[in-house]
């Protein structure tokens, strides 16, 4: 048995209404089901109880629109979550009241990740999203009043008919608003959605331009004085007072680093040892089975310590920092990373390897070229 999971997932499925590009586990409206939602999650947070260490350092509450939850049900949820030094809500900037800042962060959250996507209504239009932006500088002016000073922004490049001078006025507005996080994500259709339905044929022809749009996210971004120490975030360096603050997304980085996580929820994933299970997709039999005191149904995948290892190097490789091989280094090509060293895109050093920055903007290929 292990010490068990420090980082905890909940999802939150509901939605006002369901973007064309996304493909997340997600239900629209259902007001009449929020609260028996939130009972079916503390349920299985009872049963699951015992894969989670005695001290948590990351709760994370993801969607859907978390926010969008009925505010007595969400707040009745936080209440009963263990206490973390990390505590992130994702949020919609339209959802965002100065009422609901104020609950949230009176129920222990620290940190709020905002869905901008893109500050141009036409691009937000193409998107399906409801928010404008000005619905984004309230939400920040909003947070800010209610005492949160970890914000973060999700921007999405590479949409349909998005043109470089787009993608720079985005980045510009991003930064006006001063968030200590940013995640600049290149737009992913997602086969049978009808947003690849709509939409496929200019996302083909628009492909080329993406490393370029991706290198001036990177170059901005670091310009302005943000690490970029994930291959789509960055965070702020930044101290308060005579004490360093971490501003990387921290619950993520768990994912980054390999550890053990547990979620909840219709449609969430565990990974813990050497075991991985998927919550089924239907809110009916989530919530069915969790009221009957059963866990949820779910698919379970046996792990191997080689696939842990694997992954573990592979989501490493993403960060700015040296990847550990040790024992692992069987799963490396020795002739690949030679020439990568040799072109300048990897680097090894006392049993750890790391790309340059070069590497990073070709980081899938140079990972796979490195993995035997």
Known sequence: ??????????????????????????????????????????????????????????????????????????????????????????????????????????????????????FQPRLLEILDRVSGPDDVRGAVYRLRDAGFDNISLDLIYGIPGQGPAELESDLAEALALEPEHLSAYELEAKPGTRFMHSHGAELGRQAESMETYFEAVVETLIGAGYRWYETANFCRLSTRGLRARDLRALHNLGYWLGHDYLGLGVGAVSTIENRRWRNAPSLRGYLGRLAAGSPPPREVEELSPGVRETERIMLGLRLDGPVAVGAAGGMLDPSGLRRLERVGLARRENGAVWLTPRGRFLGDAVTATLLA
């Not at 939150?12 to 493909?23: E, K, Q, S, T, V």
């Not at 894969?51 to 948590?56: F, K, W």
């Open 1 to 118: 048995m292990s010490a068990g999971a420090r980082h905890l997932y909940l999802h939150l499925p509901f939605c006002a209404h369901r973007c064309g590009y996304c493909d997340f586990v997600t239900v629209v409206g259902r007001g009449g089901d929020h609260a028996a939602y939130v009972a079916a999650l503390l349920a299985e947070l009872e049963l699951e109880r015992e894969h989670l260490a005695p001290d948590v350092e990351t709760v994370f509450l993801g969607g859907g629109t978390p926010t969008f939850t009925d505010t007595t049900a969400l707040e009745r949820l936080l209440a009963a979550l263990p206490a973390a030094a990390e505590v992130t809500v994702e949020a919609n900037p339209e959802t965002v009241t100065a009422e609901l800042a104020r609950m949230l962060r009176e129920a222990g959250v620290n940190r709020v990740s905002l869905g901008v996507q893109s």
